[in-house]
Every structure is written in structure tokens, then in C-alpha cells.
């Protein structure tokens, strides 16, 4: 367990490093907030276990807390995106890029260019879109994006709320109540 505990810290602080570093905590701030709040968690965990009498208890009691306010965060974050990307406008499809995990996973992308407020944008989406629906797309056709005016380089393609969403805020708000019962 200990293992485990220094090995997440170490990761985590080396992902917002690494986004630090490189200047990607400007496109995706929610990104970098993350790896912070879980290496702050993590090194919490570690300081417990270390400086506490029956500190490896206290980290079965806390744990649930972080992982519940972990998956609020990811699902509030992608609801937030909902509310916030609320303008309309056309854009002209690129393409998409893949990203691909383990046992065959692939997550999807839409690339999009579009003009707003005399700017040119050559982004990404904000969340990853079903490869069925990205298929259906055509290279150079005009398509209907939602942005957000604030923040022009967030987009979304489909404005929904996912199911996948309210089912992790809904497990985050279990896991925080866990210790408690």
C-alpha cells in the first residue's frame, strides 16, 4: 500500500510538472488542477501514514473522500463545459484524432477550424465523440459547434449531458458519504 501511495504521488506531481512545464495548463486548466489536487491528496495520505499513530486507518477513511471528490471534479467539469459553451457557430470539420489505452481502448477527438472575433482556431474538442457519430462526418464540410465565448479555444461538437456524467458525480457523491456510514 505504501508503494502505491508514493508511486501515485510521484506520477501525479510529475504529470503537473510536465504540464507546467510545457505550457498545456493554459488549454486545459481542469487537467492540471486535477494531477494537483491528486498529488496534495496522495502526499496528505503519505503524512498520515508516516506522522500518526494508526495513520494506514486514517488512509482507508480519507481514500474514499479523494476518489469522491475526484470523480465530482471529472463530471462537474465535463456538466460545466454543458453551461459554459453556449454559442453557436459553424466550423469547418479536419479530422480527429485518436488517442488509444490499454486492451484496445481508443478515445476520439474531433479537430475543427473556425473563426471567431477575427481569430483562426484549429482545435480539438473538449470531450472525446463516439467513433460512429465521427464517421459520419465529412473532411472540409461546415459543421455546427458550441463555444465557449470566454474561452474560444473550448469547444464542444454535440451539446449533451452524458449519462457517463451524472453517474460518476453520483458514485462521487456515494464514495464521500462511505466513511461516514
Known sequence: MLILLWGVAACSGYSMLKLLYTKQYRKSLGSLLGFAYTFICYAAMLAMYYYLPFGMLLIFSVLPLWLGGLCIGVGGYHIALYFLCNEQLEATYIGEQSFYGGNGISVQFAIFEYTYAQKTYHEK?????????????????????????KKPSCFLVTKRIQLSDVLMIAFGVLCCFLPFL
Open 125 to 149: 474538442s473538449m470531450n472525446s465523440e463516439r467513433y460512429r457519430y465521427l464517421k459520419t462526418l465529412e473532411k472540409g464540410r461546415c459543421y455546427p459547434i458550441y463555444i465557449n465565448p
